[in-house]
Structure formats: structure tokens, C-alpha cells
T-cell receptor
Framework: NAGVTQTPKFRVLKTGQSMTLLCAQD?????MYWYRQDPGMGLRLIHY???????AKGEVPDGYNVSRLKKQNFLLGLESAAPSQTSVYFC????????????FGPGTRLTVL | LAKTTQPISMDSYEGQEVNITCSHN???????ITWYQQFPSQGPRFIIQ???TKVTNEVASLFIPADRKSSTLSLPRVSLSDTAVYYC?????????????FGKGTRLSVIA
């Protein structure tokens, strides 16, 4: 039982490049989330999903897209990376309501040059 | 949505009890109070949740006064390994699907 896994763990991009971050969970959770965390800052929600095939915008969605084609996977895409997107990205999942415990992945450290 | 206010940072010596207070003056009747802990270079993890009075588990205690306008996370006899950021979240399970907001949390530094 791996919980929540994220791929890759580290990545360096040049401005304008694109990439996709993969989040996978094996707990059969309905809800999945993508957050970003900048130095000294708390977590800010980028996008979330309340079930397979659904996505919704969070606090800071601009510059990102997401897809939830399978219940266990939640993909975060950067179409044209910018230095302002340099951050640590965390994925999380939870059962089925906003008060349910969120289980977090180990994070992806992304640097955009 | 109930807004929460926490101290930005706190320092403590090893072996002391640490109390972190979260203010949520406009908490709604159905709102729960949840605390997460985030160690450096890791994702947050759930530590405790409560609705009223007192909740205790193997990690911490959560004290909620009768008016529920604040809550206090209590960590008994902290050690260096308790150095982390602690987040207070408030919300209910019925008001749609919008996730709870983490905010900036309280950075606890435990000193030897």
C-alpha cells in the first residue's frame, strides 16, 4: 500500500517548456488535490477533483491544467513554464468530504529557469 | 468560510508543553476544527480533529472552548522532532466540495 505517490521528485525546466506531474493514489479516494508551496509560505490550492472525470479550480489555477481520467490518477500540467512556477508541488487525496483527512504525497520540487 | 488566525512562529525548549492557539471567530455551527503537521521537506499529515470540548490522541490534544471561537493544539513535552509547521483548518462537510484552506500555519521551532 503505497498511499500517494508523485512523479517526478525533482525537475528543472527552461522557461516556455511544458511538463506533466503525475499523482497516483491506491486508497480508492474520491477527492484529489494539487497544491503548491513556496518558501516560507503555506499551501495554496491549484486545482482539485471530487471524482473521476471532474476537476475544479482552486486559489491559484492560472498557468496550470489538470485531468482526472482515472480515479487513482490526477495529472497536473504546465503548458508553458514560467520562473514564477518554481515551487514544491504536493498532491493529496481524501475519501469524500472536505473534512476528511487529506493524505499527501512526498512532493515534486520544480525549478523553472 | 471561517477564517483562521494563527501565530506565524513559536519557539520552545525541549521537554516543554507547547500550546498553539487558532482563532476562528466566525466559525459555523457545523464546522469542524482540524490540525495538520508538516515536517521540513515533507507533505502535511493529519494530527487531530475536533468539534467541541477536548480531543486527545497519541500525538496531541485539542482544546475547544464552549463558544468555539478558538481552539488550542497542545503538544506535551516536545522534542526536536516536533519542529514543524502546524496548520489549523476549519470547515464543515456539507457546504459543497470546496476544500478547506491551509493558510500559512505556525512554524514551531524546538530548541535543545
Amino acid at each position: 500500500n503505497a498511499g500517494v505517490t508523485q512523479t517526478p521528485k525533482f525537475r528543472v525546466l527552461k522557461t516556455g517548456q511544458s511538463m506533466t506531474l503525475l499523482c497516483a493514489q491506491d486508497m480508492n479516494h474520491e477527492y484529489m488535490y494539487w497544491y503548491r508551496q513556496d518558501p516560507g509560505m503555506g499551501l495554496r490550492l491549484i486545482h482539485y477533483s471530487v471524482g473521476e472525470g471532474t476537476t475544479a479550480k482552486g486559489e491559484v489555477p492560472d498557468g496550470y491544467n489538470v485531468s482526472r481520467l482515472k480515479k487513482q490518477n490526477f495529472l497536473l500540467g504546465l503548458e508553458s513554464a514560467a520562473p514564477s512556477q518554481t515551487s514544491v508541488y504536493f498532491c493529496a487525496s481524501s475519501w469524500g468530504s472536505r473534512t476528511d483527512t487529506q493524505y499527501f504525497g512526498p512532493g515534486t520540487r520544480l525549478t523553472v529557469l | 468560510l471561517a477564517k483562521t488566525t494563527q501565530p506565524i512562529s513559536m519557539d520552545s525548549y525541549e521537554g516543554q508543553e507547547v500550546n498553539i492557539t487558532c482563532s476562528h471567530n466566525n466559525i459555523a455551527t457545523n464546522d469542524y476544527i482540524t490540525w495538520y503537521q508538516q515536517f521540513p521537506s515533507q507533505g502535511p499529515r493529519f494530527i487531530i480533529q475536533g468539534y467541541k470540548t477536548k480531543v486527545t490522541n497519541e500525538v496531541a490534544s485539542l482544546f475547544i472552548p464552549a463558544d468555539r471561537k478558538s481552539s488550542t493544539l497542545s503538544l506535551p513535552r516536545v522534542s526536536l522532532s516536533d519542529t514543524a509547521v502546524y496548520y489549523c483548518l476549519v470547515g464543515d462537510m456539507d457546504s459543497g466540495n470546496t476544500p478547506l484552506v491551509f493558510g500559512k500555519g505556525t512554524r514551531l521551532s524546538v530548541i535543545a
